[in-house]
């Protein structure tokens, strides 16, 4: 009998070390990276005022604001994205001859993952 419970103690105490005990239903989460932004590059000028812009890894959030802080009286655009790339449609269309800045992000639980760099950039005259 003592033999048989030193084995179910060592059973669940595998069962837990293997398939771990993160939260109730067994999931691990997921590991977010941060998209890199690609284009407009940083710094860029006689940008379109309705740019295509560009970054590798996964996003669901793009934002164009005025200033590099993001904050939410600077931000002009806050637009929900998918895949690799956006295009800013007409009906979006920026400023000419006007400093911008950009970041993607990606969405985690309740906040956002944005990307490390924030480039900017400059818009046609």
Do not use: H
Not at 52 to 63: I, M, N, V, Y
Not at 84 to 98: D, V
């Amino acid at each position: 009998m003592k033999n048989k419970f030193i084995y179910l103690i060592i059973l669940f105490a595998s069962i837990f070390f293997f398939n771990g005990c993160d939260s109730p239903s067994g999931s691990k989460p997921d590991v977010v990276s941060k998209p890199v932004l690609e284009s407009p590059s940083d710094k860029a000028t006689d940008i379109s005022i309705t740019p295509q812009f560009r970054w590798t890894g996964s996003a669901d959030k793009l934002e164009i604001a005025i200033n590099s802080g993001f904050n939410s009286g600077d931000i002009v655009r806050s637009i929900t994205v998918s895949g690799q790339e956006y295009t800013l449609p007409s009906s979006l269309a920026l400023s000419r001859g006007k400093m911008y800045y950009w970041r993607a992000g990606k969405t985690a639980g309740s906040s956002v993952d944005w990307s490390e760099s924030i480039y900017s950039f400059t818009t046609i005259y």
